[in-house]
């Protein structure tokens, strides 16, 4: 499996669903900590449906994320199913997996069959630490049942790479081997950029020579076989670099290409779309 592509590039025509505001988890790296929002917290599945149809000419995909979709799970089910009906777009699902899905998992491994691909934030191996990162007590056996998902082809599981929680080599190895047994499609570990505090290197964590993260992409699969010896899923790493994490130095070739940038701006065709059914050109 290979990929070697940098986000800033335009390599993607897709739209992000803010579905909801509503969540679970009060997790420090989440992208609703570094928005003020304008999301709301009920869904309207009607103006959402409209506005990703009359806008899905040139996108190819579309993700749903939140806020926590999955918390109503009903409505997301209706949408993507009409979604599906109605483009031609591929539909992926990020959530945390709440009580809602282990409650009416029915519905959750309905959800699973109709959408393309769905990223599980699983935050770590242990439910204790998991816990701390979403500064929440989880209400049922997680691990459990992440074991007993169907259609495992389809999942990806995330993880951050943060400060204090997993970030040496010895807990992300522990880590890594620990859902790798479960055997999902895929893996995708990524570098939390909200400075040094949080913010660590997997390259340094693994004494890794990669290049930098903005000239040569920023989202690669890794052999990962190389440094975790007989380690079989797909491992997806997402860096971060000096635009979104200062204590990262820009190197001679990052000028470069910013340079390069300016004269050959970004074509995609990107936005985010709330649970109001509002179309921006980005998070707000």
Not at 142 to 167: A, G, T
Not at 192 to 218: N, R, T
Request: glycine share 6%; aromatic share 10%.
């Amino acid at each position: 499996m290979k990929l070697h592509c940098n986000c800033c590039d335009g390599v993607y025509n897709s739209f992000d669903v803010h579905f909801t505001s509503a969540c679970d988890n009060r997790c420090a790296h989440c992208i609703d900590m570094r928005f003020a929002g304008i999301g709301a917290m009920v869904p309207n599945v009607d103006a959402i449906v409209s506005t990703v149809v009359s806008n899905a000419d040139g996108v190819d995909d579309i993700l749903f994320l939140g806020g926590e979709p999955c918390l109503y799970l009903v409505e997301l089910l209706q949408c993507v199913k009409q979604i599906k009906e109605q483009t031609n777009l591929k539909v992926f699902v990020t959530t945390s997996v709440p009580k809602t899905c282990y409650d009416h998992r029915d519905t959750f491994y309905n959800l699973i069959e109709e959408v393309d691909g769905i990223n599980i934030s699983v935050q770590h191996y242990k439910e204790d630490v998991a816990d701390s990162i979403r500064r929440t007590v989880s209400k049922y056996d997680r691990q459990e049942f992440y074991w007993q998902l169907p259609r495992k082809e389809k999942i990806r599981v995330n993880l951050n790479i943060v400060k204090p929680y997993l970030h040496t080599q010895e807990d992300l190895s522990a880590c890594l081997r620990h859902y790798d047994s479960m055997r999902f499609g895929s893996i995708k570990l990524s570098e939390i950029q909200h400075g040094e505090d949080v913010y660590v290197s997997f390259a340094d964590a693994f004494d890794l020579d990669l290049p930098s993260a903005f000239s040569h992409g920023c989202q690669m699969y890794l052999e990962a076989d190389r440094f975790l010896p007989g380690f079989c899923t797909p491992l997806l790493l997402k860096r971060s670099c000096f635009l979104c994490e200062g204590s990262i130095p820009a190197t001679f070739e990052d000028g470069v290409k910013l340079l390069a940038k300016t004269v050959t701006p970004s074509r995609n065709k990107y936005g985010v779309i709330y649970a109001n059914g509002l179309l921006t050109g980005g998070w707000v």
